[in-house]
């Protein structure tokens, strides 16, 4: 009987066996591709939506809408919609950060001085990606709601109170780009072409 059962178990253990590797090789059979790959989730946009967030602008100012801002009209939409956060004259209300002002001026260490005031006027190299930026991120209650004619008066009017065009300036898709900020020649183009050669 003693040796009955111990037959009996081994033959048991082998059952078990079996059926873990069958179990194993029914889990390592691929699954069928879902009816639905979206699982009910999302939706195809339209057109017009996706143009709506196709509003980038590159440093050499594609992508800038037609439209034009002086720094008189500038002056207004900024008291409008910046000064709040940012001061009256850009110099910044904490934690908003200041806009103007070319102290330290560019060639300063900022790798050295991490609390020293980075701005349009001594830190940003690219007039265009200024508006870019306040097109998309301001006013900070409702981003994206300025129209062109109002960011490009803003921006004239940040980079005239920043010393970098004249109070008669007006800019608009020819004359941003043409802008030389005090900061670019601070700055090297990153010319890596990205991808697995990269990494």
């Not at 253990?13 to 059926?19: D, E, I, Q």
């Not at 967030?53 to 050499?60: E, G, L």
């Amino acid at each position: 009987m003693r040796h009955a059962s111990a037959a009996a178990r081994t033959v048991a253990v082998a059952g078990l066996l079996f059926g873990s590797a069958m179990t194993a090789c029914t889990d390592s059979t691929p699954e069928a591709a879902p009816a639905d790959p979206t699982y009910g989730l999302g939706h195809a946009p339209a057109p017009a939506a996706l143009a709506a967030i196709d509003i980038d602008v590159d440093p050499t100012g594609r992508g800038l809408p037609v439209g034009s801002g002086s720094v008189t009209s500038g002056a207004v939409v900024y008291a409008a919609q910046c000064a709040s956060c940012h001061g009256a004259r850009g110099e910044g209300i904490a934690p908003s950060p200041a806009l103007v002002g070319r102290t330290p001026d560019v060639g300063y260490d900022f790798s050295k001085g991490e609390r020293a005031p980075r701005t349009i006027g001594n830190y940003w190299p690219y007039a265009t990606t200024v508006f870019d930026y306040v097109r998309r991120a301001m006013p900070l209650s409702s981003p994206g709601s300025l129209t062109a004619n109002e960011t490009y008066g803003v921006v004239a009017w940040l980079l005239h109170q920043n010393g970098i065009i004249d109070s008669t300036a007006v800019m608009d898709a020819t004359s941003l780009p043409a802008v030389t900020m005090p900061a670019r020649r601070i700055f090297v183009p990153d010319d890596r072409p990205g991808g697995p050669a990269f990494r």
